[in-house]
């Protein structure tokens, strides 16, 4: 295993466009987590789960967004009605249930939205 | 306020300087992160400190519990260590509260 990986790993769209990205975490973690980061910010959180169990989603998770981790194996985000704000760059992390606070980042899919 | 307030925001050094980069939280916590982040996005867990000092290759980053504060070193820096340096707590919760990150460029 080579760690997390997302794909793709950049995406130009256009805005009102929908995108979805994948994250593919570390085949033993349960847990997993995307967050997004703008330009000269740190990395906000978004969402995790729990095995397939979605347990948190953030203010910032408009209706807009959605995600999924149907086998609690990979996991999608998906962004319906893309708009400029939507830039970022979007991170997926993973972790052991019981070293939860261990994370494993994957390289990120950067979005940029004309 | 932030709850993780990094310093500096930017810091330019020459190659072999000895680098220091601090980090305060206002919030109780279970663990701090020190991580690196490359252009190009990917970020790299560097350390995970709950208290004490560790220490890896050229790095070392060490914690006080009561002041809320953290410092991540860098001895005998190169141009590889340019990156952004982000520090990042478990709050109680065990959230993941970030810094905005310390932008570093080495000069050879």
């Known amino acids: 295993d080579t760690g997390v990986s997302q794909d793709p790993r950049h995406k130009i769209t256009k805005r009102g466009q929908n995108v979805t990205f994948r994250c593919d975490p570390i085949?033993?973690?349960?847990?997993l987590y995307w967050y997004r980061q703008t330009l000269g910010q740190g990395p906000e959180f978004l969402t995790y789960f729990q095995n397939e169990a979605q347990l948190e989603k953030s203010r910032l998770l408009s209706d807009r967004f959605s995600a999924e981790r149907p086998k609690g194996s990979f996991s999608t985000l998906e962004i319906q009605r893309t708009e400029q704000g939507d830039s970022a760059m979007y991170l997926c992390a993973s972790s052991l249930e019981w070293v939860k606070n261990e994370q494993f980042f994957g390289p990120g899919t950067r979005l940029t939205v004309l | 306020k932030n709850e993780v307030e990094q310093s500096p925001q930017n810091l330019t050094a020459q190659e072999g300087e000895f680098i220091t980069i601090n980090c305060s939280y206002s919030v109780g916590i279970s663990a701090l992160h020190w991580l690196q982040q490359h252009p190009g996005g990917g970020i790299v867990s560097l350390f995970m400190?709950?208290?004490g000092k560790k220490k890896h290759g050229r790095l070392i980053a060490t914690i006080n519990i009561q002041e809320k504060h953290s410092s991540l070193h860098i001895t005998a820096s190169h141009p590889r260590d340019s990156a952004v340096y982000i520090c990042?707590?478990?709050?109680?919760?065990?959230?993941?509260?970030f810094g905005k990150g310390t932008r570093l460029h080495i000069l050879p």
């Open positions: 400190l709950s208290s």
């Open positions: 990042a707590v478990a709050n109680r919760d065990d959230k993941i509260i």
């Open positions: 085949s033993e973690h349960n847990r």
